[in-house]
Every structure is written in structure tokens, then in C-alpha cells.
């Protein structure tokens, strides 16, 4: 969603209208306007307010769906379901491909779900830290089933027929080759190619990580 959509969201959990958050902020109606209609941004200041006004964090007016703590989920303003958390995922490399029922399980905000159901998501509970800063040992990723994913993405990939990790993706679409990279610098990139790629495929794409502590 961009900001402009958030706004919107919120303003509709809330049953406010524009004009009485424009009085809330202080701010002219038409100001804020460009804020919903994506027009133009807020400072921080004023994000800070609106912020404060909905009860909402920082990181999901932003758009950043990661890093988000157990305690944020439990925002009032979001509604929200459940999943089981169906096993680990390595964040390094050599990690088995392991799908066990913990007996764990999560509540998720409805709002990722954009119209989706909630079977086409699984959670996992990551292991290792090839994706510090961003994602952490411990920390539960949300996953969106697909086979498919854009370049840039973080993904949950199947390689050497039975390893599994998870990783940003990226590739050149038509060539037959895709590069594993994490975020922590101490960790290698690496690059699946040619007949390597038939034992490997993407198992879905990460939309959500929550921090349990």
C-alpha cells in the first residue's frame, strides 16, 4: 500500500473523515488531501502526529512491513487472524528443508492479506542472521505462497533439491541464472545457474517479519 492508502485505511478503521483529521493535525484540509491522494509527503513532524492520532507505528505508515514488533500487532486499530508457525527457515546457507508443526502460532494483521485468503500465507520462524539488521534470529516471517518472484524480492527459496533459505532474489529475466544475497555484508551472495536451477525453486515470497520480543 502506498501512504496514501494507509491514510485512507486508517481514516475508515476510525470513521474519520478528512476534515476532521485536518482539524485534529492542524493542518489545511487541502494539505492533507495531497497526503491521501499520494500528492505529496508529510515531515516527519506531521508523521509523527498522524502517527499519535491513529495509534499506529512509524514503520507501517511508511510501508515498512518488517521489523515489526509482537506488541505492534496488537495495535487495536487492525483486525487480524491467525497462523501456525509451520517450521524454521535457515537465514544462512546448508539449511535443511525442514515444514514441522510447532504447536506455535501468530497473529498476523488483516491488512496484508490485500484481498487475498488466509491459506495462501505461511509462517516461519527464522533461524541465523545472514538477514541482519532487517530480519533477525527469531524472528517470524510471513510468507506468501507463489512460485514466482520479482527481482528484489526476499523469498523463501528451495535449492540443491533440498536445502532452504531465505534470501533477497535477484535476476536478469531470460537468463538462466538467479543470485542469493543477504543483507548481513559477512554473508556470501550466491548464484544459482544453468542446470543447477532445475533443483531449484521458490517456495513463496516474504511480506511480513515480526520481532517476538
Keep these: ?3 496514501g492508502e494507509r491514510l485512507k485505511f486508517c481514516a475508515d478503521k476510525l470513521n474519520y473523515t478528512q476534515t476532521e483529521i485536518s482539524k485534529k493535525l492542524g493542518i489545511p484540509l487541502s494539505t492533507l488531501n495531497g497526503y491521501f491522494i499520494d500528492a505529496r509527503e508529510p515531515d516527519f513532524k506531521t508523521l509523527s502526529m498522524i502517527c499519535k492520532l491513529f495509534n499506529i507505528s512509524m514503520d507501517f505508515l511508511l510501508g515498512d512491513d518488517f ?3 509482537l506488541e505492534e500487532v496488537d495495535n487495536p486499530l487492525d ?4 497462523l501456525e508457525i509451520i517450521g524454521k ?3 544462512g546457507y546448508d539449511g535443511e528443508a525442514i515444514e514441522l508443526g510447532t504447536g506455535e502460532y501468530i497473529p498476523v494483521p488483516e491488512y496484508i492479506l490485500k ?3 488466509k491459506e495462501d500465507f505461511f509462517a516461519l520462524r527464522v533461524s541465523g542472521d545472514s538477514m541482519s539488521p532487517r530480519i533477525l534470529d527469531g524472528d517470524v516471517v510471513i510468507v506468501e505462497k507463489t512460485r514466482t518472484v520479482d527481482s528484489g524480492s526476499v523469498a523463501v527459496i528451495l535449492y540443491n533439491g533440498d536445502e532452504a533459505t531465505v534470501k533477497k532474489v535477484v535476476y536478469n529475466t531470460g537468463e538462466p541464472w538467479y543470485e542469493m544475497i543477504p543483507f548481513n555484508i559477512d554473508y556470501p551472495r ?7 536451477l532445475q533443483f ?3 517456495l513463496g515470497k516474504v511480506v511480513f517479519s515480526i520481532r517476538v520480543w
Aim: avoid cysteine; hydrophobic fraction near 40%; proline fraction near 0%.
Design 200 to 202: 531449484s525453486e521458490v
Design 67 to 69: 521489523n515489526v514488533r
Design 1 to 3: 500500500m502506498t501512504l
Design 190 to 196: 550466491i548464484r544459482v545457474e544453468n542446470e543447477d
Design 89 to 91: 527457515i535457515s537465514a
Design 79 to 82: 483486525n487480524h487472524f491467525v
Design 115 to 117: 484481498g487475498k485468503k
